[in-house]
């Protein structure tokens, strides 16, 4: 029932694009595909951004976790250290 839902739906916004398409004419001026154009390319630029951030993401949370394992490595050879005082 859902997937009949979501393809009548379909069908529909593509039946209300084409019409909207062909009622305004049906061209683009140079203007409007130059700022699709630029837009697509903004686009692009940030979509690259964003990859660079996650890879940078992801190395730092790769030094937190090693920095977290010396850590408790450090405390347990601490505690081992304090037991063999006693």
Request: charged share 30%.
């Amino acid at each position: 029932m859902a997937k009949l839902r979501n393809m009548f739906f379909l069908v529909l916004t593509f039946a209300f694009l084409s019409g909207l398409i062909v009622g305004c004419g049906g061209g683009v001026s140079e203007e409007q595909m130059k700022q699709l154009n630029d837009l697509k390319a903004e686009v692009e630029s940030l979509q690259s951004q964003v990859s660079a951030k996650e890879s940078e993401k992801a190395q730092l949370q790769k030094q937190i976790a090693d920095k977290d394992a010396k850590i408790k490595d450090f405390q347990k050879q601490t505690e081992q250290a304090k037991a063999n005082c006693k």
